[in-house]
Every structure is written in C-alpha cells, then in structure tokens.
C-alpha cells in the first residue's frame, strides 16, 4: 500500500456517483421487493430488474471497499503507529455496527432483549449489508496493520477476495451451528440465515478495495478504467453463458446464491460501471442537478440506507410504509414511491450534510446525545 499513488480528491468523485447510485437503486429495489404485485414477478422487463437490482448491495460493498482503499493509503503510517486517526476510524464502525444490530431489534427494551426466543437471537445477529461491511473492514484493516509496509497489499487484497467466492459453495455446505455458536456463526451462515454473509459477500469488498488500488497505482488512469469497463462489459455475458457447461463446482449448489461464477458475474458488472464513470465524469458534470443529487447521496449513504430503512420497514422506534401499504403496488406506483422517497431522503441528507459542513463539532455532539438518549430509553424501558 505505501506505493500507492495518490490522486487529487476532485479525481475520486466517480466513486462518489457510483455511491449515490447505489443509494438510489437501494430505494427501489426495497420498494419493489416488498411492495409489486405477484402478477407483475414474470417476463423478461421484471427478470432483468431482478438482475440488476441484484447488483445494489454489491455496488455498495465494493464502493465500502474502495472507500477503505482511499482512505487506509492516506493513513496507513499513523494506523500503524496507532495515531489518532486509527481511533477515529474504529469509533466509526463501532457506531455504524451498533446502528446495524440496533435496525434488527425485535423490541425498544434491554430486558426484553435479554429474554429473545432463539429464533429472536438469530434475526438480532443475522450478517446484514452494514455488518458484512464493518466485518470485512476490520480483517481489511489487520492486515494494514500486521503486515509489512512493502506487502502488496492489492494483490493480497484481490487474492483474499477469489478465495472468498471460491470457498463459498463449501462454507455453505456446511451446518455452521453445528461448528460454532450463534455469534460469529451468523457471519458466516448461508443467505436463508444471513442476508448478507462474510461469504460470498465480504469477496465484494476486497475486491473493491483491490480494483481501487490497482486504479490509483496505474500510471494511466483513463487506459485503465477503459481496460475495466471493456473486460467488466464482456465478462458477465461469457460467465452467463458457460454456468450451464457439465461441470459441477463442489458444495452448495445454487449459482444464482454461491456459485463464484455468479460472484464474478457481480463483480463484473461493478468493474464494468465503476470504469464506465470515470470515463463519462466530466459529462454527468454538465447535468449539474442530477451530479449533485448523486454527489450528495454517495457522500451520504450511511444516513440514506438507515432511513431509507426506517421509512420503508420500520423500526423498533417507528412504523414504516410497509405497515400500511399491502402488495398490491403497480409497477407505475413503484416508480412514484421511488420518487417519493428519493425526494425525502435527499432532502433530510442535505439538510445532515449541511449541517456537518458549517459545525462539525456540533454535529459530532448531537450525535453524541442522540446515542445517549437512545441507551437512557433502551434500559429504562421494563421488561413487562
């Protein structure tokens, strides 16, 4: 990593559009995941957005991945002599873990927590987008750590990143509760416990972080990301074609769950998008509006997913659209509720961006306070 190159902030801002993508691709894939109507989940139109909406939470992790890259090449000196940054960076994922596990609370009370029925246990520490993305950090971030400041850490990263997709036929072969308790088997348990498990979904982080740092080492960037979208256009197409040769990986056998096929069929596409950015960046910049709409909903993702969350499924603390509205939506109706909640979500995201642009310290302590009053109701409300 001490190689890396650095590139200028105002270069990096394709990862920012391709983040906000993501954001606003999230809304509507929730929306038509838990709202359209059985009669429309047929034909061709809805196969496709099926494809593609599968591709959301991958794009997600990849850019978490890439944003580490960033990130960790800027300040992998003072991560490893344990400097005030390091600190920094843990108490951040320590926020956005407990925020993860605190979106599955069944209930808004430690004393009923504490009495959860099994199955209760199991939804509470299931592996979802957020943990797979904390998770996967802190391995990312040992390995900053531990090994030596002239490892290539890119190829490590890109070779962490195969063994993942290819070890996850057989990781999920496996009975994991069998070999471990409930926590960390979660992280590691096949999709119908986790929705998001380290495997295969931690391989999308690390090759993010992989592809970022061969990107920022190139000394040509526009060839590269060229080279990128071309192999990211052409290669799904070859794997989706030769997932039906008479050849049996050993394992789980699902290609559309754990086949590395289908792993790299993913990851393809975010390859192919994350090139195909970088190289139309300065048109998006023409359509100033839908750049800053973008912009803003990448560098606020975080905020966006959680209320995103919040306003579609609920939570403990509130109820959300999906207590009211039966699955009885139009595909038109989609796209209005898509609209709806973009427009909020940005809106409430700007007000936030704002608001730590003109006081960060102020924004720090409100969060600060939030968190406390939220722990001060979590205990004080019984159990009964």
């Not at 403990?316 to 999906?322: L, P, S």
Request: with cysteine; proline share 5%; net charge positive.
């Amino acid at each position: 990593m001490s190689t890396a190159t650095i590139l200028p902030k105002q270069r990096l801002i394709f990862i920012d559009l391709l983040r906000g993508l993501a954001a606003i691709w999230m809304i509507e894939t929730h929306l038509v995941n838990s709202f359209l109507n059985d009669r429309y989940h047929s034909g061709w139109i809805f196969s496709t957005v099926s494809i593609s909406n599968g591709f959301v939470a991958v794009c997600f992790i990849f850019c978490a991945g890439a944003g580490f890259w960033i990130a960790a090449s800027r300040k992998v000196e003072e991560y490893k002599k344990f400097a005030p940054p390091l600190w920094l960076y843990l108490k951040r994922l320590g926020f956005i873990l407990a925020a993860a596990y605190w979106a599955h609370f069944p209930e808004f009370s430690f004393w009923r927590i504490i009495h959860s029925t099994p199955e209760q246990v199991l939804s509470i520490l299931q592996c979802d987008v957020l943990h797979c993305i904390v998770y996967s950090s802190l391995i990312a971030l040992i390995l900053v750590l531990v090994l030596p400041r002239k490892t290539p850490l890119v190829w490590v990263f890109g070779l962490l990143a195969l063994c993942i997709f290819f070890a996850t036929p057989l990781i999920w072969r496996l009975e994991i509760f069998q070999i471990m308790p409930v926590f960390p088997g979660t992280l590691f348990a096949r999709q119908s416990v986790s929705p998001f498990p380290l495997f295969p979904w931690g391989g999308y982080f690390f090759a993010g972080a992989a592809v970022t740092g061969l990107f920022m080492q190139t000394a040509n960037q526009k060839q590269f990301a060229k080279r990128l979208a071309v192999v990211g256009l052409i290669s799904p197409i070859i794997i989706f074609i030769i997932k039906d040769l008479p050849f049996q990986y050993p394992g789980w056998q699902d290609w559309w769950f754990a086949s590395p096929g289908h792993a790299l069929f993913r990851t393809s596409g975010i390859i192919a998008v994350f090139g195909l950015l970088y190289l139309t960046e300065d048109y998006f910049r023409r359509f100033q509006r839908i750049s800053d709409l973008l912009l803003l909903c990448g560098r606020e993702s975080l905020f966006i997913y959680l209320l995103q969350g919040m306003l579609i499924y609920g939570t403990v603390a509130n109820v959300g659209i999906k207590h009211f509205l039966p699955t009885i939506v139009t595909p038109f109706e989609i796209v209005i509720l898509t609209a709806a909640i973009v427009a909020v979500c940005y809106s409430l995201a700007h007000i936030w961006h704002h608001y730590k642009e003109v006081n960060p310290a102020r924004a720090r302590r409100t969060l600060f306070m939030l968190s406390i009053l939220f722990l001060v109701v979590f205990f004080l409300v019984p159990a009964k």
